[in-house]
């Protein structure tokens, strides 16, 4: 299966947040890190998901949208 960058950009959107919380949480135990460590280390993950999705967001092309019913013309009355 052939890939194009937008279709990439949006796989890795989504992979790699979830390996870094993977990787995060593997660590953290690792370290017997505290609570408050932890709670830092994921916000800091959260904003740069969120950072990246901003960033991104911009460039990749508009989903097709969902086609909307069409009225019919009796529903249009000039009263």
Do not use: C, K, W
């Not at 949006?10 to 017997?32: E, H, K, Q, S």
């Amino acid at each position: 299966m052939i890939y194009t960058l937008t279709m990439a950009i949006r796989i890795a959107l989504f992979v790699v947040p979830a390996i870094a919380v993977t990787g995060l949480v593997l660590l953290l135990n690792g370290l017997d890190a505290s609570a408050g460590i932890a709670v830092a280390a994921f916000g800091l993950v959260a904003v740069a998901t969120g950072t990246a999705l901003g960033y991104f967001a911009d460039r990749l092309p508009e989903l097709p949208q969902a086609r909307r019913p069409h009225r019919l013309a009796s529903m249009h009355h000039g009263d």
